[in-house]
């Protein structure tokens, strides 16, 4: 694709790639249809960049970074309810005595491991485009972090997952990415980034 020396547009509050509505559309789809393959990494830094933006964008409208966040679990010690981590409880007999009998929760223990979510790491995947960008693209350090910190947040079933402002984050990215793809030279992935993760 031809390099075009413009000026950049922002995509307006509200609009976003996903919907088809970004400042950079048209260049977008064609650029994705000229540079990324139907699967697989793209043969040049241009069709690269674009594809991590398109993936990242598709990954946080349609699966709400699922993916993309990996929750590490950790295993934490519960003190049983029942017996209040006694291990034991008051039954009766056969004879209908009253005894300590075992703790039919926690099976006498008086506690049980259980897994909690602990932090969040984004997958390699994801964030092998999100480093991709980062270094390839001038000054965008910023608007990677803003879409690492949406990741990092695991806010996969919180209606606040599409706030305006995250959704903005994602189409400022997309709008940087596109700008610098159309206003540099093309030229071969970087080679810690030339290999599918």
């Known amino acids: 694709m031809e390099t075009l020396a413009t000026k ?31 699967s697989g990494r793209a043969e040049t830094l241009h069709g690269e960049l674009i594809r991590a933006a398109g993936r990242l964008t598709h990954e946080y409208y349609n699966n709400g970074n699922f993916n993309a966040c990996e929750v590490n679990y950790e295993t934490e010690e519960v003190i049983c309810d029942t017996c209040h981590g006694t291990g034991t409880v008051e039954g009766v007999d056969d004879d209908g005595n009253p005894v300590e009998i075992a703790c039919p929760d926690c099976g006498g223990c008086g506690c049980w491991d259980e897994d909690v979510e602990g932090d969040c790491t984004i997958n390699p995947y994801y964030e092998r485009f999100l480093d991709l960008i980062e270094k390839c693209v001038p000054d965008i350090e910023p608007k990677v972090d803003a879409v690492r910190g949406i990741i990092l947040d695991n806010l996969y079933s919180s209606p606040c997952l599409f706030s305006e402002s995250r959704k903005e984050a994602y189409s400022r990215l997309v709008d940087e990415v596109v700008w610098y793809v159309l206003n540099s030279e093309d030229g071969k992935i970087p080679d810690e980034f030339d290999k599918e993760d």
């Open 8 to 38: 950049k547009r922002q995509t307006k509050t509200g609009c976003t790639y996903f919907d088809g509505e970004g400042a950079w559309q048209e260049e977008f789809d064609k650029l994705w249809k000229e540079l990324v393959p139907a």
